[in-house]
């Protein structure tokens, strides 16, 4: 064979033998325990025949000493690369549990690094698949630098490129830091979990038994950390999940959200939309109903939907383009702003502001929640990221206030003089400083005191201040809110006024950066 033949050779040699590295025992752990493959998760993420493997030869590097196992297999416990998604360029990379529990050594790490490196170079998303046990404990500091050259770049790429993490399986220990500074994070119920210190440390430093599900399953993130935005009950919906999310996004900070070609075109008047409001202005009702009804048929993506519930947030579109939208929930909590909806609003606002995808807030909010545990967790710092989140934000800002609008929570939730570009109102809405009950209390105490029947006069001045003060007419006259529409109209005005605003261009002030109330 001449030397072209044997270099040939060699190559198919060493293609053939890292096909073939992984044995069918090892699939079979994976598939045993509810789980893909680090490969079959790549396959069913990409279009097929489009992903491109790079560094799939790499070795490890050889760790010091003698202490604990060695890997053996081509590249290092990850697999890395970039293909298509619909169509579309990103980049991945997935780590494989079944090479020393996907644990990060220092190839491992520079692997990941090459691959965020180059999505932030061309502008495409980087997703990524996480089934680790963490810094790989053999490989020492070199491990810990590796992740923390993994936390720099994921930063340098934050608002830049979209960022999201797919949690499979662990994310133990330095694996968890990773996803929560990436824009989203996707969990698996009952196969995937997320602590920094798993339930062995907790029993020995605190000594409390707990299970891995009760201390960082995915049901525990989505509904009471708030660290998983999306969970899913199996591994192919989560990455379906992951597809959908990416329809709605821009590859990057300088392009627009892709459109939609199949829309729902209908600028339909709504009549339905004039009934959902009750008549009860303390009556609950399901904001989503209205949500589902403005946007383009079965376009909402909720994001977060089993935290903060009393806010809602997601993407929808608009005859085919992307707009996130932000949601006082009056079903929960009355649709008041507490800590966490307020975290769990400017974070997704911060988010939409970055990558060009324009703000709907819908507002019915009767202010922010009091008491006690509100105020000494800091109800005041939360809020304000909320606020200064709207205010920072130069996409374009549509506010409809549909039914209660109150105090600071009115100043909060995009109103005009914090930079809303339009604001509408219902003939519902209620906009003033309180609610009827509180500011009579407090502007006619005495009378009510020295009244013979306080009930009757509370009821009358009530009345007359729905009437005189607690509607929309009064800002409609100050030109706080633009227009007063009929709700069955909605759709239309917001179509019309969102492509109004899609050249809205705002120059900013030269500054490092402002500096949000973290
Ligand atoms: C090296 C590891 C490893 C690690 C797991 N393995 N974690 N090897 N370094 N961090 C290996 C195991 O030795 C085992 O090898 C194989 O992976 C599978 O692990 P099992 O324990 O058998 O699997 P399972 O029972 O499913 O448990 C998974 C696990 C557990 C919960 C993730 O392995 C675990 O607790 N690992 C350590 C998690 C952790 O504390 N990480 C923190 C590291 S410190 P064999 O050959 O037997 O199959 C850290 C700090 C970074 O990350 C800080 C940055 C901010």
Request: proline share 5%; hydrophobic share 40%.
């Amino acid at each position: 064979m001449d030397v072209k033949g044997k270099l040939f050779t060699k190559f198919l040699e060493r293609q053939k033998e890292y096909s073939q590295q992984q044995g069918q025992a090892a699939i079979e752990k994976q598939h045993a325990k509810g789980k893909m493959t680090a490969r079959e998760r790549i396959e069913l993420l990409f279009d097929p025949d489009t992903f491109e493997e790079v560094d799939a030869f790499s070795v490890p590097a050889p760790a010091g000493g003698d202490f604990g196992k060695k890997v053996t297999a081509f590249g290092d416990g990850v697999i890395t690369g970039f293909g298509k998604i619909s169509g579309r360029l990103a980049f991945a990379f997935s780590q494989d549990f079944n090479v020393l529990g996907g644990s990060l050594g220092s190839v491992h790490a520079g692997k990941i690094a090459k691959v965020q490196d180059m999505a932030l170079k061309v502008g495409a998303p980087l997703i990524g698949l996480i089934d680790s046990g963490g810094a790989r404990i053999q490989e020492g500091v070199a491990s810990l630098a590796g992740y923390a050259s993994i936390f720099n770049r994921n930063v340098k790429s934050s608002g830049v490129i979209p960022q999201i993490s797919v949690v499979m399986g662990p994310a133990a220990g330095g694996a968890v830091y990773s996803p929560s500074i990436t824009d989203f994070v996707f969990m698996t119920n009952k196969t995937s979990y997320m602590f920094v210190t798993g339930p062995n440390v907790v029993k020995e430093v605190l000594n409390e038994d707990v299970s891995f599900d009760d201390l960082g399953g995915a049901i525990v993130h989505m509904k009471k950390s708030g660290v998983a935005h999306f969970v899913y009950e199996d591994e192919e919906n989560t990455i379906r999940g992951v597809q959908k999310l990416l329809s709605y996004l821009p590859s990057n900070n300088l392009e627009n959200p892709p459109f939609f070609e199949y829309c729902d075109t209908d600028l339909r008047v709504d009549e339905r939309m004039r009934d959902i409001i009750p008549d009860d202005p303390n009556k609950p009702y399901d904001i989503k109903e209205i949500i589902n009804l403005l946007i383009d048929r079965n376009s909402f993506f909720e994001v977060s939907a089993g935290y903060a519930q009393n806010l809602v947030v997601g993407f929808g579109r608009l005859r085919g383009k992307a707009i996130g939208i932000i949601a006082n929930q009056p079903k929960v909590l009355a649709g008041t702003l507490d800590i966490s909806s307020s975290v769990k609003g400017a974070r997704f606002i911060r988010f939409c502001d970055a990558f060009n995808i324009p703000i709907l807030t819908l507002e019915d909010v009767p202010g922010f929640l009091p008491g006690v545990d509100q105020e000494h967790n800091g109800i005041i710092r939360h809020g304000a990221k909320l606020l200064y989140a709207y205010a920072d934000a130069t996409v374009p800002k549509i506010t409809v206030i549909l039914r209660k609008s109150y105090g600071g929570a009115y100043c909060v939730m995009n109103s005009k003089n914090l930079g809303g570009d339009v604001n509408f109102a219902w003939p519902t809405a209620e906009i003033a400083v309180m609610g009827p009950e509180g500011a009579v209390s407090i502007l006619y105490r005495k009378e009510l005191l020295e009244s013979k029947d306080p009930a009757k006069l509370k009821k009358e001045l009530t009345a007359r201040y729905r009437e005189e003060i607690a509607n929309p007419y009064v800002a409609d006259d100050k030109g706080y809110i633009d227009e007063v529409i009929d709700p069955a109209v909605t759709r239309k005005k917001l179509i019309t006024a969102f492509e109004a605003l899609e050249s809205k261009h705002i120059s900013v002030p030269s500054r490092k950066h402002g500096n949000i109330p973290l």
